[in-house]
Nanobody, 122 residues
Framework: QVRLVESGGGLVQAGGSLRLSCAAS????????MGWLRQAPGKEREFVAA???????YYSDSVKGRFTISRDNAKNTVYLQMNNLKLEDTAVYYC????????????????WGQGTQVTVSS
């Protein structure tokens, strides 16, 4: 059974930083794309960042320059370093994985985590 388990969410003041982790189990994702999407209250889920199997990274315009996605294939884990957090970054953050990068970016990945709450306060 494939599982993605996120951790690292929490409450942080605006301007602060958090690091999210997503540990995968049940299969290796070293040749797959992994990414993060988020959903704020009353809004649709949106793409945040993705990383392909060779390390290529992709970001939404809203987080570019502030967030960094990375992966450790030996640990089957993907990370999201979030710096200079803003109030509008408040959301539930979901880890996603798929053999196709396009599915991760479009929100149609085959594998999802349960989500971790990130709350940014003023």
């Amino acid at each position: 059974q494939v599982r993605l388990v996120e951790s690292g969410g929490g409450l942080v003041q605006a301007g602060g930083s958090l690091r999210l982790s997503c540990a995968a189990s049940g299969r290796t994702f070293s040749r797959a794309a992994m990414g993060w999407l988020r959903q704020a209250p009353g809004k649709e889920r949106e793409f945040v960042a993705a990383i392909n199997w060779s390390g290529g990274t992709y970001y939404s315009d809203s987080v570019k320059g502030r967030f960094t996605i990375s992966r450790d294939n030996a640990k089957n884990t993907v990370y999201l370093q979030m710096n200079n957090l803003k109030l509008e970054d408040t959301a539930v953050y979901y880890c996603a994985a798929d053999d196709l990068l396009s599915r991760v970016v479009a929100g149609g990945a085959n594998y999802w985590g349960q989500g971790t709450q990130v709350t940014v306060s003023s």
